[in-house]
C-alpha cells in the first residue's frame, strides 16, 4: 500500500491503515493479535519486501511529521512480534531516536509511539542492553537513547513523561538508574516528571545493593531515602 502510494496524503493514509489494523483490541488475546501483525507484515512477492521496509524507510525517513508519527503508531504495535521488534530496532533505530528528540509542540504523537516502539523493543531481555547502549554522530553532535529519553523527560506530556520513566527503570541495569537519579538529584524535569522517576525507583530499592546504590548517587544516608523520595511522590 504504502509503496504503491503517491502522494503524502496517499502514504498517511496507507500507514494509518496499516496501524490501525494493526493494534490490539481490549482483552484480544495476544496469539491473536501476533497472527494478525504477521499477515499485515507478511513478505510481498511483487515488490521484495515486508511492510516494514516502507514503513521505517519511507514513512519513519520522511520529512512530514504526520507520516513519521503513523509510521511509529504502526511500529509499535508490530513489536508484539519479536523477530519483527529485532527487524524495527536494527533498521529503524538512529529515526526512532531522531523522532525522540523532535520538540512535543511539533510532533506530540510521534514522541508518544516512538517512546512505545521501544517499550516494545525492551519487553525482550536480549534487546535491552542494545538499545541503552546506542550512540551515534548526526551533524557532528553525539545522539543516543539516553540523550534522547532525557529529552522527552523535560518536554513531553504527562502520558509520554511517565512511560518514558517506566521505559528507563526497564533498563535500569544498563545506566537506566543513573538516569532516573540523574533526573532527581538535578530536578531535570517538571513535578510530573520527578514524581514518575521517583516513583519507579523506589521500588527497585527493595534490593539493599540497589537502595545502597541509590543512596550514593543521591548524596543521603539509608535512613534519609523514604523522606527524599517522598518529596517527589508526595510533595512533602
Known amino acids: 500500500m504504502i509503496i504503491l502510494a503517491s502522494t503524502p496524503k496517499a502514504r498517511r493514509y496507507s500507514g494509518l491503515v496499516l496501524a490501525r489494523v494493526s493494534e490490539a483490541g481490549e482483552l484480544e488475546p495476544l496469539f491473536d493479535v501476533q497472527e494478525r501483525v504477521r499477515k499485515v507484515c507478511c513478505h510481498i512477492p511483487l515488490f521484495g519486501v515486508t511492510a516494514l521496509d516502507p514503513m521505517i524507510n519511507i514513512m519513519l525517513r520522511s520529512i512530514d511529521e504526520r507520516q513519521r508519527a503513523i509510521a511509529a503508531q504502526a511500529l509499535s504495535c508490530w513489536c508484539v512480534v519479536q523477530e519483527y521488534a529485532i527487524e524495527i530496532w536494527e533498521k529503524g533505530s538512529e529515526l526512532i531516536i531522531d523522532l525522540l528528540l523532535v520538540d512535543h509542540e511539533v510532533n506530540p504523537e510521534g514522541m508518544w ?124
Request: hydrophobic share 45%.
Open 113 to 236: 509511539y516512538a517512546v512505545n516502539i521501544l517499550v516494545g523493543i525492551v519487553q525482550y531481555r536480549e534487546m535491552r542492553e542494545g538499545v541503552a547502549t546506542l550512540e551515534f554522530l548526526h551533524d557532528a553532535h553525539i545522539r543516543s537513547t539516553w540523550t534522547a529519553l532525557r529529552h522527552v523527560i523535560r518536554g513531553g506530556d504527562d502520558d509520554t513523561v511517565i512511560e518514558a520513566a517506566v521505559l528507563m527503570q526497564t533498563m535500569s541495569t544498563f545506566g537506566g538508574l543513573e538516569q532516573l537519579m540523574d533526573v532527581l538529584v538535578h530536578e531535570d524535569g517538571g513535578p510530573v516528571a520527578l514524581k514518575a522517576c521517583a516513583s519507579v525507583v523506589q521500588p527497585l530499592c527493595a534490593k539493599k545493593k540497589t537502595r545502597m546504590r541509590v543512596a550514593e548517587l543521591a548524596g543521603k544516608s539509608l535512613d534519609e531515602l523514604s523522606i527524599w523520595f517522598s518529596k517527589y511522590i508526595f510533595g512533602a
